[in-house]
């Protein structure tokens, strides 16, 4: 009964994101649907059905933000998981059941392992104080060529050699820290 009654004051919530917030969802996803067998639509639609069925308290946007950012870390993560232990458990599969499609057909891509996903949603947490180097990440990552992240993101070549110089700094930093 008082589940809801808490289903408009979440709604609520939901809608009182900022355009900003939504769009660092949708990238997070992005980025989190990587070696997963779920969509970046899918992990969002989980992230807001884990929201509305929550037994949180519904206190202001930065609580609702972070935990659907959780919420989408999560779904990710049992995913792998639950994908990893199918695999240690009943071993790789080469030929399809019974009126299943081909497997053949839905075989990841073998030059992205799960291992460099891990690292770059490291990496990409890291990076959490600077969104432009994780919306540029996001971008390479999906296989974007200079011109395509220029026109994408309205930035001049100097503003993208910037990020870029950032980010390479970034990375030599965490690495002598250990991070990555």
Same mark, same amino acid.
């Given at each position: 009964?008082?589940?809801?009654?808490?289903?408009?004051?979440?709604?609520d919530?939901?809608? &009182?994101?900022?355009?900003?917030?939504?769009?660092?969802?949708?990238? @997070? &996803?992005?980025?989190?649907?990587?070696? /997963?067998?779920?969509?970046?639509?899918?992990?969002?639609?989980?992230?807001?059905?884990r929201w509305? /069925?929550?037994?949180?308290?519904?206190?202001?946007?930065?609580?609702?933000y972070?935990?659907?950012?959780?919420?989408?870390r999560?779904?990710?993560s049992?995913?792998?998981?639950?994908a990893?232990?199918?695999?240690?458990?009943h071993?790789e599969?080469?030929? &399809?059941?019974?009126?299943?499609?081909d497997?053949?057909?839905?075989? &990841? @891509?073998?030059t992205?392992?799960?291992?460099d996903?891990?690292?770059?949603?490291?990496?990409?947490?890291l990076?959490?104080n @600077?969104?432009?180097?994780?919306?540029?990440l996001?971008?390479? @990552?999906?296989?974007?060529?200079?011109?395509?992240v220029?026109?994408?993101?309205?930035?001049?070549?100097t503003?993208?050699?910037?990020?870029?110089?950032?980010?390479?700094?970034?990375?030599?930093?965490?690495?002598?820290?250990?991070?990555?």
């Amino acid at each position: 009964m008082e589940r809801t009654a808490a289903q408009p004051a979440r709604a609520d919530a939901l809608r &009182a994101l900022t355009d900003e917030q939504r769009i660092k969802l949708e990238v @997070d &996803a992005r980025l989190r649907a990587r070696g /997963t067998s779920f969509d970046f639509e899918d992990l969002l639609q989980g992230a807001y059905e884990r929201w509305m /069925t929550s037994d949180k308290p519904v206190t202001g946007t930065a609580e609702t933000y972070g935990f659907l950012r959780g919420a989408i870390r999560s779904i990710a993560s049992n995913e792998r998981r639950h994908a990893a232990t199918i695999r240690r458990v009943h071993g790789e599969r080469f030929t &399809a059941a019974e009126g299943d499609p081909d497997p053949a057909e839905n075989v &990841a @891509d073998p030059t992205a392992s799960q291992e460099d996903s891990l690292v770059l949603n490291q990496f990409y947490d890291l990076c959490a104080n @600077d969104p432009e180097i994780q919306t540029l990440l996001m971008l390479l @990552d999906e296989g974007a060529e200079r011109a395509e992240v220029l026109q994408e993101l309205g930035w001049d070549v100097t503003k993208y050699e910037t990020v870029q110089k950032r980010k390479r700094k970034m990375v030599a930093r965490l690495i002598n820290e250990g991070k990555i």
